[in-house]
């Protein structure tokens, strides 16, 4: 069975700190791996990474994808309270290729 | 562009209502379809996978009988949770595969579907 699996879960920060989420997945036939922002609607779609060791970067996001240790970070630089979030990792690939979702980790940051 | 719209965004129904939920490909033609499920702190679970013209593939653990989903056409698909109960109350959330797209899915708002 396809596995993703995030840490922290929960993870409290203060304005202007970098936080890193981590993702690990199991997954047959993987195609690549995403990454989402959730708010209080559906996720928005942040990065899909399908080449090991390429960063993506948008603004202070970044990404990153190890396909040899299957595992993936999302690194958040100078957060600020709008980054506040579930982000969710997503593993696209298995026998439909469809996408496998981890738990998210839930980041709060405080003024 | 790669819209995809969700409707209703919110519903409160009585216990034994079936419900119905619209999720449209606004700009795209959309193959496939995708519904998931949200449990408050939980992440998204995959329910169903419909392609537009055949039956659905069911994920397992999900009663076909219980959410009956359509896809009649390349912009619309429909999931129908019938007789629905307290315990189907949660975040539905559909999603479209677009081809030639840098994602395997677009995103619906969701609809929050509370039953009372």
């Known amino acids: 069975e396809d596995k993703v699996v995030q840490s922290p879960l929960s993870l409290v920060v203060h304005e202007g700190d970098t936080v890193t989420l981590n993702c690990s997945y199991e997954?047959?036939?993987?195609?690549?791996l995403l990454w989402y922002k959730q708010e209080k609607k559906a996720p928005t779609f942040l990065f899909m990474l399908?080449?090991?060791?390429i960063e993506k970067k948008s603004g202070r996001l970044s990404s990153i994808l190890d396909k040899k240790e299957l595992f993936s970070i999302l690194n958040i630089t100078a957060t600020q309270t709008g980054d506040s979030a579930i982000y969710l990792c997503?593993?696209?690939?298995?026998?439909?290729?469809?996408?496998?979702f981890g738990k998210g980790t839930l980041l709060t940051v405080n003024p | 562009g790669a819209v995809v719209s969700q409707h209703p965004s919110w519903v409160i129904c009585k216990s034994g209502t079936s419900v119905k939920i619209e999720c449209r490909s606004l700009?795209?033609?959309?193959?496939?379809m995708f519904w998931y499920r949200q449990f408050p702190k939980q992440s998204l679970m995959l329910m169903a996978t419909?392609?537009?013209?055949?039956?659905?593939?069911?994920e397992q653990g999900v009663e076909k009988d219980k959410f009956l989903i359509n896809h009649a056409s390349l912009t619309l698909s429909t999931l129908t949770v019938t007789s629905a109960h307290p315990e189907d109350s949660s975040f539905y959330i559909c999603?479209?595969?677009?081809?030639?797209?840098?994602?395997?899915?677009?995103f619906g708002d969701g609809t929050r579907l509370s039953i009372l």
């Open positions: 999603s479209a595969s677009r081809r030639g797209s840098n994602q395997p899915q677009h």
């Open positions: 419909s392609n537009e013209g055949s039956k659905a593939t069911y």
């Open positions: 997503a593993s696209w690939g298995g026998s439909n290729y469809k996408l496998t």
């Open positions: 997954v047959t036939n993987f195609r690549s």
């Open positions: 700009d795209f033609q959309a193959t496939t």
């Open positions: 399908t080449s090991s060791g």
